[in-house]
């Protein structure tokens, strides 16, 4: 078995991190504080490649997502990878505005590092390990300001907030991680009944076109690759029937199709 391309690694991380979001249930103010875990493993070609585990916990006004994700498998003998990522905000009326994201990883002894700072969707700050410049390739497209002013992250961005689920694929999110703008398109393709160990019902299946915005380079033969590419990407209402959450991402790779399935959600 041949291992995932570098080109792919970040995307895989980083749609992982967004696969394990799940959101407690609305409490009442005497109750204690409830975290949900929701644990899920991640496939190429259907063979398990890595596995993750993710806490989240809402408390009326804040939340927050913290996630450690690591290879297992026949993704440990051919590519040691391991990380945490994580994100925390203020609940609004509209959904879950984050105010500190995080992603930090490595991968066959290559650090991966990135911090970003929000408010009201505009970013604040963001430093990144390696960063990337015009300097190391003049085909780097860098990022500019006027792009940061109305942003999601990868994890609080995928919760989707609405008590419509015909709406839920309806919308294109524009995604920050640090180091990369771009949108993923959305658009209606069916409905599906997804079981897991926790939760049992109907889910929303969204086809998803990736179009790069900004922070990347656009030689990058893997991410015309992409471009090309349709995402097939899953929502439920695992835990609140007015958030829908990613429960399955399907990603086509050179190699074959990249899988990120939940597998179990239980509240604590």
Do not use: H
């Not at 609305?26 to 493993?41: H, I, K, L, S």
């Not at 990736?210 to 992409?226: A, C, E, H, N, T």
């Amino acid at each position: 078995m041949r291992p995932i391309p570098m080109r792919f690694r970040r995307i895989a991380i980083t749609l992982a991190a967004l696969c394990g979001v799940a959101l407690s249930p609305a409490r009442a103010p005497a109750a204690a504080e409830q975290v949900v875990t929701t644990e899920y493993g991640m496939a190429l070609i259907g063979l398990i490649i890595g596995k993750a585990t993710f806490d989240t916990v809402i408390d009326g006004k804040g939340f927050s997502v913290k996630g450690r994700m690591s290879s297992a498998g026949l993704g440990q003998l051919v590519s040691k990878t391991g990380g945490t990522s994580q994100v925390s905000g203020r609940v609004t009326a509209r959904g879950f505005a984050a105010e500190r994201y995080s992603l930090d990883y490595t991968s066959d002894g290559k650090r991966w590092s990135s911090d970003v700072r929000m408010r009201s969707g505009r970013v604040t700050g963001s430093s990144v390990i390696p960063k990337r410049t015009r300097d190391e390739k003049p085909s780097y497209i860098p990022v500019q300001r006027a792009q940061l002013a109305s942003v999601v992250d990868p994890l609080s961005g995928l919760m989707i907030r609405t008590g419509d689920a015909g709406s839920v694929c309806r919308r294109t999110l524009p995604l920050y991680d640090g180091w990369s703008r771009l949108d993923l398109k959305l658009s209606p393709k069916e409905r599906r009944t997804v079981s897991l160990t926790g939760y049992s019902g109907e889910a929303v299946v969204c086809n998803v076109r990736i179009d790069p915005v900004s922070g990347y380079d656009r030689k990058s033969k893997g991410l015309q690759f992409l471009k090309n590419q349709t995402i097939e990407l899953w929502f439920a209402p695992i835990a609140r029937p007015d958030v829908f959450v990613p429960v399955y991402v399907r990603i086509p790779t050179t190699i074959g199709p990249l899988t990120l399935q939940a597998t179990s959600v239980s509240v604590k």
